[in-house]
């Protein structure tokens, strides 16, 4: 009976409600949805109003003879009541160091330096101070409180020692001047470059600039450089400035011993739409050549011949390098410790100069970088539940974090991102998700960047006066050649042979170098679980296909623009050559990187 009663009431209750809910529709008429509909808009016009912005971004670099930079930004802002703090992150900054921090607004109140910053206090805590934070992976994050909202400016001030860096070749500034992470991004941002003494003048005459990630314009004025946008900066944009300085002009305390300027503008050049002014200088030269040997009715003969000689010229100097190379390769002394410090991707880089009438190798670099993953024990190979219930081998991404690992390659915290990303929460990658991560537009940005530390290059002159390395990276080579001849019974270290299984790879004798090891030591690879892991015959080969096919698309892809760009260079060869060179004119919205002081710090209002 009591829940007779209950369905009772409750039916009633329902059918009330629905008679509610029809009598209040009937009364919502014409005019009230207009004035709801008007009200809501407004409330979306002021929210979106009130939000924080960064309307004009100013930023001063003084430099100083010893490469030095005291620079000082300025930022006027609309601050809503979001957010307790504004802060500047600089990332990448080693061995350059943050220092002299002090803030002031528009009234011109000097902010309280409190030194080291917390970032979980209030809004009106951080009021009226600043500090700097020093975050484990090595960003720096100079910090202010935003205090009251309204119309505000802050002046932001701080010394970076040894920002210009001195190489054999060139003095350079290579700066990342508002990360790409920046939230809000300014509406309008002007970058300018001066000395601190009249001695310091900077003019097309003696120094270059260049810009990328943004849309504007790069001038010289009054013995100044100058980087200003010339249209609001989206979310993908960024202020990277790279700006090249006579010897002599100025003495950088921090020198660069193991690169050189130009190799870092190829690595900035990489994706951008600058094209190479020494290339069309050259360019220039064959076209008048050309138009002279058209003029006297023997441009078929001419080329044909030149042609010809040109390379028969090449292929006997190919051949001449290679055999001298190689004969070289046969006498250097045994080197048993890892090259370079383990550095792989420089070795490759030397394996790549000295492959004399080849094209670059980079799918053994990625094979390798992939086993000393696996050897780090930050990926694996075992055992795992399908979904039909039964157990596979599969690739396992086993550590997630790798933000504590500071000593590994930039290239290898990339792959590790694209393989974590691609796994998904389970951490488990099948090679359908790798393939499909791979085709996905929308991964197309990771991959590129991915491309860009992966495709460095080095010609071969750049090694004429770097004989011990030579002799590392060749000397460790004839050592893993001749393992079994060497005897290296002797070597218990399990640590150590896994080593020489991942290096093998790299120098394209791992089956070779497997074999040798079984000779010496059969029970090696069945005792030890991460060896027997870089062995894998099922598993890996799938995982590096699935890469191998994306980044030889894209190589393809790199040099087809390469050639689109040099053709649309020789149709503006005047202008695209002085901007290439660094003489001024308009920003480029792709490239940079390469490792610029500044990257990945982040900034903006939190």
């Known amino acids: 009976m009591v829940r007779r009663n209950f369905l009772t009431a409750m039916l009633v209750f329902v059918k009330g409600a629905a008679e509610l809910t029809y009598a209040l529709a009937w009364l919502m008429t014409k005019e009230i949805k207009t004035i709801t509909l008007s009200l809501v808009l407004l409330l979306s016009a002021t929210m979106a109003f009130a939000q924080s912005r960064l309307q004009d971004l100013d930023i001063r670099v003084v430099l100083t003879k010893n490469g030095d930079a005291r620079i000082t930004e300025t930022r006027q802002m609309t601050i809503d009541k979001k957010g307790t703090e504004c802060y500047i992150g600089l990332g990448n900054m080693s061995p350059s160091t943050v220092k002299d921090l002090t803030v002031s607004d528009e009234t011109g109140h000097v902010y309280e330096n409190i030194g080291e910053w917390d970032n979980d206090r209030s809004r009106s805590e951080k009021a009226g101070r600043c500090g700097m934070v020093k975050k484990s992976n090595g960003v720096i994050e100079l910090c202010w409180g935003l205090g009251e909202s309204g119309q505000r400016t802050y002046v932001t001030n701080y010394t970076i ?36 003494d009249t001695t310091l003048v900077f003019t097309p005459g003696n120094c270059s600039i260049w810009g990328f990630r943004f849309k504007g314009d790069m ?74 040997l058209i003029a006297f009715g023997i441009l078929a ?178 050592f893993l050649d001749d393992f079994t001849l060497v005897n290296e019974r002797h070597l218990t270290e399990t640590q150590l042979w896994r080593d020489y299984l991942v290096w093998a790879t790299l120098y394209g004798n791992a089956e070779q170098v497997k074999k040798d090891m079984k000779a010496i030591n059969p029970e090696f690879f069945k005792m030890d679980q991460i060896a027997s892991q870089l062995l894998d015959s099922t598993v890996l080969p799938v995982v590096y296909a699935s890469v191998f096919q994306t980044t030889d698309r894209m190589l393809d892809e790199r040099k087809e623009n390469r050639r689109k760009n040099k053709n649309s260079s020789r149709r503006s060869k005047g202008s695209s050559s002085s901007r290439s060179s660094g003489k001024g004119g308009r920003s480029s919205w792709g490239g940079g990187g390469g490792g610029f002081s500044g990257e990945g710090g982040g900034g903006g209002i939190r």
């Open 219 to 292: 001038q010289f004025e009054d013995g100044k450089l100058v980087a200003v946008t010339t249209e609001p900066m989206n979310a993908e944009a960024a202020l990277y400035i790279m700006a090249k300085f006579p010897k002599g002009m100025l003495k950088p305390t921090i020198q660069i011993t193991d690169d050189t300027f130009e190799h870092k503008r190829q690595l900035a050049f990489e994706g951008s739409d600058y094209g190479d002014a020494i290339e069309e200088e050259e360019t220039s030269f064959w076209q008048v050549l050309l138009s002279i």
């Open 301 to 478: 003969a001419g080329a044909a011949v030149l042609g010809g000689l040109y390379y028969l010229f090449k292929k006997v100097l190919a051949t001449f390098r290679r055999k001298k190379h190689e004969k070289w390769t046969k006498t250097v002394d045994y080197f048993k410790s890892l090259p370079l410090e383990g550095n792989l991707q420089q070795t490759n880089d030397m394996l790549n100069a000295f492959a004399v009438g080849k094209d670059a190798d980079y799918n053994r670099l990625i094979s390798a970088t992939i086993l000393q993953l696996i050897n780090e024990g930050v990926f694996g190979v075992q055992s795992v539940m399908t979904e039909t219930g039964e157990m596979a081998k599969r690739f396992v991404v086993k550590k997630e974090d790798l933000s504590l690992e500071k000593d590994l390659p930039p290239l290898t915290y990339k792959m590790h991102d694209i393989f974590k990303k691609a796994a998904g929460e389970d951490h488990v990658l099948d090679p359908k998700e790798l393939e499909t991560f791979m085709k996905d537009k929308s991964n197309r940005k990771l991959l590129r960047s991915f491309m860009d530390l992966l495709c460095t290059k080095r010609d071969i002159k750049y090694y004429k006066d770097r004989k011990e390395e030579m002799c590392e990276v060749y000397g460790f080579k004839r």
């Open 161 to 196: 020692t040894g920002l210009v860096r001195g190489y054999s070749d060139a003095d350079a500034l290579r700066h990342v001047f508002l990360d790409k992470s920046v939230k809000p991004k300014p509406e309008r941002a002007k970058v300018t470059i001066v000395g601190a």
